[in-house]
């Protein structure tokens, strides 16, 4: 079986208007696939960036409470520790106070010792002046002794060996 040929007539510029046209049509659906591709990603990337936002916002939130709380607790411990140290210094002021006065009665008496020892040193001197004019008084008195006692055994020998005895 043989076929017979079959001839087929185009002109070139209709092959070229309908190859231009399909090409049209496959650039306008390429595009418009472009378009709702670019709208899909736009769409997406909005709830993104909103999920995003919305997230960063409680995170930041959180961040704040959390940053607030610390703060206050800090400020609680800090008043704290400031009574406290206003508490110390004014127990401390006390016992400077206490140690001052303390320190003035020691320094008081001391002073009254000092006077003490003035007077116990001038009553020591008078005692030492009198004590020598004593010792002087005495050395005159002994040797007053010892001379009374001289003359008296020389005047008991001088009877007892010159003058006869009744």
Do not use: H
Not at 10 to 39: A, C, H, P, R, V
Not at 41 to 55: S, V
């Amino acid at each position: 079986m043989s076929q017979t040929p079959i001839s087929v007539n185009y002109s070139l510029e209709e092959l070229l208007k309908d190859i231009s046209s399909k090409l049209d049509k496959i650039d306008e659906k390429f595009e418009t696939k472009l378009d709702k591709i670019d709208e899909k990603f736009e769409t997406k990337l909005d709830a993104l960036d909103n999920k995003f936002e919305t997230k960063l916002d409680a995170l930041d939130n959180k961040f704040e409470t959390k940053l607030d709380a610390l703060d206050n607790k800090f400020e609680t411990k800090f008043e704290k520790f400031e009574t406290k140290f206003e508490k110390f210094e004014t127990k401390l002021d006390g016992i400077d106070k206490k140690f001052e006065t303390k320190f003035d009665k020691v320094e008081e008496r001391f002073n009254s010792l000092e006077i003490g020892q003035t007077k116990l040193t001038e009553k020591v001197e008078g005692m030492d002046d009198r004590l020598k004019a004593v010792e002087g008084t005495q050395r005159n008195q002994v040797w007053a002794l010892i001379v009374l006692l001289a003359g008296a055994i020389a005047t008991a020998g001088f009877r007892t060996f010159f003058l006869a005895n009744p």
